[in-house]
């Protein structure tokens, strides 16, 4: 098969499509994240995610449908748990991740006939796309995409200086809402890529190569996206050929540029000395 | 309008413990005042207060005759945190990246940065003497000039008041006294308003105008000339810490 035939069908064309605007949202939200320290926030939500994808099989409703408002649901609540609460980050995220998981077992237990269907989602399929998931997926895109440009300057204060962010008159409770929300909605988008077992790799690896060789946050940004669009191309070319799963030889691919990334860091760092 | 700051028998507690008790002090345009005391008596609160950082207290405090809660310009007041507080050196961020943060306090949504923004910033670096460092990563950067940046962060929006908590934390005796030399030209040239809180009372007296001693109450607030004369201020310090702050006025 040449490379021609290959891009001329249709859920390829899907896939390059949904995944290249999941994975640069993701670049740009990992790297808010991973420099707050918040990148197990990813890992969180997914496992909450499971348990809403469990409910809404169990209801005959499409997954997503539930996923979103529930994730959304359950980042406000790891929100409020660590303001109000006076609970780590790390612990609320735990606190609402395990929710999610025992309330999506409990409902697969409960429910005999989905569990199928339920795994299918850990692992994602992004060449399974459909027309229809492909134009929610877009649209949910624009939106992310949209109020993080829009917010760009007051997310990038809030993270390099919270206390000097809010003396500039920043209102650090609504942009930590509005980070987390947006973080819901792309962990929901990047299950249908990478599946939940590996959606946070989608937001903390392309930050985490992007930080190895950043000279400033806007090129660290740039650096992120290029990284994850790079890794989802490569990936699902990959995975065609190879016949292997997509999700995850995407994040190989993406462990893969993190790797390189390390290692010419380090040649150079050996060679300046 | 010569008074920039006015507070009022402020008080303020966290929870069943008062940090500051019927605090009451006034401070004038171009004046310089360090804010002194013992740990524990207030000053970080006062400031966080003045700030818009801290609410609850009880008590009447004024930014330019305006009440602090109901006070939204913020682009008149720099502020310069301890630095050790609160910068991460693995953070990717260039030094003009973030001496553009001290602009937004002027910004409406979308906030973005126009061309005359951009020379702002520029100037300000040009000012600070660090120019030549504005595509630099600040995490690559010496504590004196990490330490400009953040004064440069704070002075970008040409504040009429620049707060200052302990600046001269981390730095070595060299930086600490052409940091201080600084403050005093904008002080002077610029006739900026500065509360600078700090523990290095031996050099005080070099740059101050007024010393503001706090411990959770104002215990003395004056100048120099007055706080060395007090017998009761004497007795406060004891004679060698008094001795010391007094022989460092020039």
Redesign the interface.
């Known amino acids: 098969m040449d490379l021609f035939q290959f891009l001329g069908y249709s859920f390829i064309q899907r896939a390059y499509l949904a995944g290249a605007f999941v994975a640069a949202l993701c670049a740009m939200l990992g790297l808010f994240l991973v420099?707050r320290r918040l990148s197990l926030i990813g890992d969180g939500l997914a496992h909450v995610s499971f348990g809403a994808i469990a409910l809404g099989l169990a209801f005959g409703v499409y997954p997503f449908y539930v996923a979103i408002p529930v994730v959304l649901i359950a980042s406000y609540f790891i929100l409020k748990l660590t303001e109000r609460a006076k609970i780590y980050g790390d612990a609320a995220i735990g606190v609402v991740s395990s929710l999610g998981i025992a309330g999506g077992v409990l409902l697969a237990s409960l429910s005999n006939g989905f569990n199928v269907d339920l795994f299918s989602y850990l692992f994602g399929n992004i060449l399974a796309i459909s027309d229809q998931e492909v134009y929610l997926s877009l649209g949910l895109c624009l939106v992310v995409l949209a109020v993080i440009?829009?917010?760009?300057?007051?997310l990038?204060?809030a993270t390099?200086?919270g206390?000097?962010?809010?003396?500039?008159?920043?209102k650090m409770e609504r942009i930590n809402l509005v980070l987390t929300s947006l973080t819901a909605l792309t962990v929901v988008l990047a299950i249908k890529v990478v599946g939940i077992m590996l959606a946070s790799a989608l937001l903390i690896l392309p930050a985490v190569t992007?930080?190895q060789i950043?000279?400033?946050?806007?090129?660290?940004m740039v650096v992120a996206v290029l990284v994850s669009i790079t890794s989802v191309f490569v990936g699902v070319t990959a995975s065609f050929f190879l016949d292997l799963p997509a999700g995850a030889t995407i994040v190989m691919c993406n462990i893969v540029l993190f790797a390189i990334v390390l290692i010419i860091k380090k040649v150079n760092l050996g060679v300046s000395k | 309008m010569n008074e920039v700051v006015s507070v009022q028998d402020l008080t303020f507690s966290y929870g069943s413990t008062e940090v500051l008790s019927h605090v009451s002090f006034r401070v004038e345009r171009a004046n310089y005042v360090a804010l002194t005391g013992p740990n524990g008596a207030g000053k970080t609160t006062l400031i966080k207060v003045l700030?818009?950082?801290t609410d609850g207290y009880q008590g009447a405090v004024k930014l330019f005759g305006q009440d602090r809660k109901a006070f939204?310009e913020?682009?008149r007041?720099g502020?310069l945190?301890q630095r050790v507080n609160?910068?991460?050196p693995?953070?990717?961020?260039?030094v003009?990246?973030?001496v553009?943060?001290?602009l937004?306090?002027q910004?409406r949504?979308?906030?973005?940065?126009k061309k005359e923004d951009r020379a702002t910033i520029l100037a300000t670096l040009d000012l600070m003497g660090i120019v030549d460092l504005k595509?630099k990563?600040v995490g690559d950067l010496s504590g004196g000039q990490q330490q400009r940046v953040f004064l440069a962060?704070a002075l970008v929006s040409q504040p009429e008041l620049l707060i200052l908590d302990e600046p001269s934390t981390a730095l070595d005796p060299q930086s600490r006294e052409g940091f201080f030399d600084l403050l005093q030209e904008l002080n002077q040239n610029r006739n900026l308003t500065i509360i600078l809180i700090t523990h290095d009372t031996a050099q005080i007296g070099q740059y101050a105008h007024e010393l503001l001693y706090l411990d959770k109450t104002v215990i003395f607030h004056g100048n120099f000339a007055d706080f060395c004369a007090s017998e009761e201020m004497g007795l406060y310090f004891g004679q060698y810490a008094h001795h010391v702050i007094c022989h460092q006025h020039p």
Do not use: C, H, M
């Not at chain 1, 206390?163 to 920043?170: L, Q, W």
């Not at chain 1, 950043?214 to 090129?219: C, D, L, Q």
């Open positions: 420099l440009l829009a917010l760009y300057q007051d990038f204060s390099f200086d206390e000097y962010a809010k003396v500039t008159g920043i992007a930080l950043a000279k400033g946050f806007r090129g660290a | 700030l818009g950082l939204t913020w682009g007041i502020y945190p609160v910068f991460n693995l953070f990717p961020a260039t003009r990246e973030v553009g943060l001290g937004l306090s910004k949504f979308p906030k973005t940065f595509d990563l962060r």
